[in-house]
């Protein structure tokens, strides 16, 4: 597989990947919706974290921008395939289970301090207003992951270039990003709490952090841990959007008696 990936042609490459990234957020978007709407409340696991509609046309344009998206990703494969191409990366094709384990391992840190710098970024005066249309999506659902600009989508899209540059993955290794970076924004996004009884510090509380982090706009910049939020004293507190909450309550209380 990995030998066959660089023997592609540029144009194959952006085929495929526009059929991988495609492929994969229709899987994961459409599971999350059907775990997180049917499937589980009807067990009695978990719950929904914001109860409120969504915004009119709040679905179509979160899949219009995530074609976008999936295009910008898809012909972005050809630069991990060209640094390949040019020598200034390279494949590691013998690697054993134990070293790409590690190999994921590193990148699903690596995945987190990229995220964080990226999403600070993105928050600040200069370059907010690429990250809007994302944050238009107040009451989040498993298909605002992939909702951006296209500026955003090119930052956060990235990841992998700088470590092929330092360090000779495995093929797998790098496949291993986008699956496992669109399989916890997909949990992040999906306004739903899967495990109601853990911590809010906890790694499985993911979902809680992010959905404050879309009712408070600010804060909760990291991915899928906690450590950069931590570092930098950015990590809102379980209660930061309760006072939102219950304005919300208010405002369709006085709506369902007027």
């Known amino acids: 597989m990995a030998q066959a990936f660089v023997a592609l042609s540029a144009w194959q490459v952006m085929l495929a990947g526009l059929l991988f990234f495609g492929g994969i957020y ?13 499937i589980l409340p009807r067990l009695g696991l978990g719950r929904p974290l914001d109860t409120r509609p969504l915004a009119p046309g709040q679905l179509r344009r979160e899949l219009s921008q995530s074609a976008l998206s999936i295009l910008l990703f898809g012909t972005g494969m050809i630069f991990p ?5 040019l020598g200034w990366a390279r494949l590691d094709y013998d690697a054993g289970w134990q070293q790409i384990s590690l190999e994921i391992l590193f990148l699903l840190a690596w995945n987190d301090v990229h995220f964080w710098v990226n999403h600070r970024l993105l928050h600040t005066k200069l370059l907010r207003r690429f990250h809007l249309p994302h944050h238009r999506s107040v009451v989040t659902t498993p298909f605002s992951t992939y909702s951006f600009h296209p500026i955003e989508a090119l930052m956060l899209g990235n990841v992998i270039l700088l470590p092929m540059l330092l360090h000779d993955f495995s093929f797998w290794s790098l496949l291993s990003v986008p699956l496992f970076s669109l399989f916890f924004n997909c949990i992040g ?5 899967f495990f109601p009884n853990v911590s809010y510090a906890h790694w499985f509380a993911a979902s809680r952090r992010h959905h404050l982090h879309h009712a408070c706009y600010n ?6 841990f906690t450590f950069m939020d931590r570092l930098f ?8 959007a309760e006072r939102q909450w219950q304005a919300a309550r208010q405002r369709g209380a006085h709506g369902a008696q007027s």
């Not at 229709?26 to 997180?36: E, N, P, R, S």
């Not at 996004?189 to 709490?193: L, S």
């Not at 804060?219 to 899928?224: C, D, P």
């Open 26 to 38: 229709l899987v994961f978007g459409a599971t999350t919706w059907l775990l997180t709407h049917h």
């Open 81 to 85: 395939w060209g640094l390949l191409q």
């Open 189 to 193: 996004h999906a306004n739903y709490d």
């Open 219 to 224: 804060g909760n910049y990291g991915f899928q």
């Open 233 to 240: 004293r950015t990590r809102l507190p379980a209660d930061a």
